[in-house]
């Protein structure tokens, strides 16, 4: 029993965080970006360090290059001259001088192979995070258009603003003409005062015509020939 109990929380939480996660997925993407862009400008900011080192390293390289083969030179002359104890001497400090050159160029070689790798690093979260900037501006476009959707399928489902609106639209149709209306009421006055009468039984033949017509006018019109 406790451990149907257990897992069922645990799928509940697994269910809450999934479901908070998707909502704050907007925010998420975007503090995930910041910390990936926080990262890379540490690890360019080591990089600097690297090379500005690799590059102090590479200038005492040089200056010891020059002791050495100005020492060696100075020595050769010292032998030339048969002057042992000076030869000696300059030969203790070029053996010296070596031993740390070696040293040097060992620390540059690997101060190579950081700078390297690390900045192998530094161009790939570079893209990854170009990557992640152009996703999170398609994300808030997908994430607008779900929400207007949203709601217009809210507002379709509810039928509330549609329905107000189309019943308003049969209202305004259903309605009667006005000017119609006076039309016919008008009708409805010539006939009580029998105005028509007199037009309605020219019309079936009894008595002149009391209106003009199309063919009256033409007659008018040739008699005047």
Same mark, same amino acid.
């Given at each position: ?19 908070? $996660? ?39 390289? $040089?200056?010891?290059?020059? $002791? ?50 690390? $900045? *192998? ?37 509810? *039928? ?20 119609? *209306? ?44």
């Amino acid at each position: 029993m406790f451990l149907t109990l257990k897992t069922l929380m645990t799928g509940a939480n697994a269910r809450a965080e999934e479901k908070v $996660r998707d909502v704050y997925a907007i925010e998420l993407i975007e503090q995930k970006t910041r910390e990936a862009s926080s990262s890379l400008a540490a690890a360019k900011a080591t990089l600097a360090s690297l090379i500005q080192r690799h590059r102090g390293e590479d200038r005492q390289v $040089r200056s010891i290059e020059a $002791r050495v083969s100005d020492l060696t030179d100075r020595a050769t002359k010292a032998l030339d001259d048969d002057n042992e104890a000076m030869a000696s001497e300059a030969a203790n400090a070029i053996a010296q001088l070596e031993n740390e050159l070696e040293v040097r160029r060992q620390t540059l070689a690997r101060l190579d192979q950081r700078i390297m790798r690390l $900045r *192998q690093s530094i161009e790939t979260g570079h893209r990854r995070i170009i990557d992640l900037k152009q996703g999170a501006i398609t994300a808030k476009a997908v994430r607008y258009e779900q929400s207007i959707q949203a709601k217009l399928n809210t507002t379709l489902q509810g *039928q509330s603003s549609v329905a107000e609106a189309e019943e308003l639209i049969a209202n305004v149709l259903k309605k009667d003409d006005p000017f119609e *209306q006076a039309e016919i009421l008008a009708d409805i006055d010539r006939d009580l005062s029998h105005e028509t009468l007199a037009d309605r039984m020219s019309d079936a033949g009894y008595g002149a015509a009391t209106r003009a017509t199309g063919a009256d006018v033409l007659k008018r019109l040739k008699s005047k020939k």
